[in-house]
């Protein structure tokens, strides 16, 4: 069955809902009723596909900013464009200056809730100097109901951020 003759199942029921003096016989109104489940299962698993999709797309929008910094802690400000939960999992990090990475570390397990922010705490170590500027960059994995995103991240910190861990953090 193609989708033409779904869309001319749909108009045949829609057309002996709004006229019921055009009922089909017998015969023909259990095919149709055949046809009218598949095309509702159709519909409803386009929808799914397209919600799932979009909602993928604004997860890897996912905004990451530096709240605090000090004497090898870290947090992270994380905020959710989507519509979905995200139960993040241990999260490792580097801290990239001049092209060389500088340091490492490891954020918390989190909860990002649906069009909001959260906070992630966790530790760094720097292995070398920072020097100019400094960008943040990991993958976080977050469970989704039944499937796990991951979802790269990069921060570029301000000045204020970068001469915080070119002091040694």
């Known amino acids: 069955m193609g989708i033409a003759d779904l869309i001319k199942?749909?108009?045949?029921?829609?057309?002996?809902?709004?006229?019921p003096a055009l009922k089909p016989d017998p015969a023909q109104r259990g095919a149709m009723e055949r046809r009218g489940k598949v095309l509702v299962a159709v519909l409803v698993a386009a929808s799914v596909a397209v919600f799932g999709y979009t909602q993928y797309a604004s997860a890897s929008q996912i905004r990451v900013g530096v709240a605090e910094s000090e004497d090898g802690r870290i947090t992270l400000e994380f905020e959710n464009p989507s519509l979905l939960p995200l139960a993040a999992g241990s999260t490792e990090f580097m801290v990239i200056s001049g092209g060389e990475a500088v340091g490492s570390g490891r954020l918390d397990p989190f909860m990002l809730p649906p069009l909001g922010g959260a906070r992630a705490d966790g530790t760094y170590e720097q292995s070398g100097e920072a020097s100019g500027d400094v960008v943040i960059t990991g993958t976080t994995e977050y469970d989704v109901l039944f499937a796990s995103l991951r979802i790269p991240f990069v921060?570029?910190?301000?000045?204020?951020?970068?001469?915080?861990f070119i002091r040694g953090g």
Do not use: I, Y
């Not at 199942?9 to 006229?19: C, E, M, P, R």
């Not at 921060?155 to 915080?164: G, L, N």
């Open 155 to 164: 921060h570029h910190a301000t000045e204020e951020q970068a001469s915080e």
């Open 9 to 19: 199942s749909f108009t045949q029921q829609a057309a002996v809902f709004f006229h």
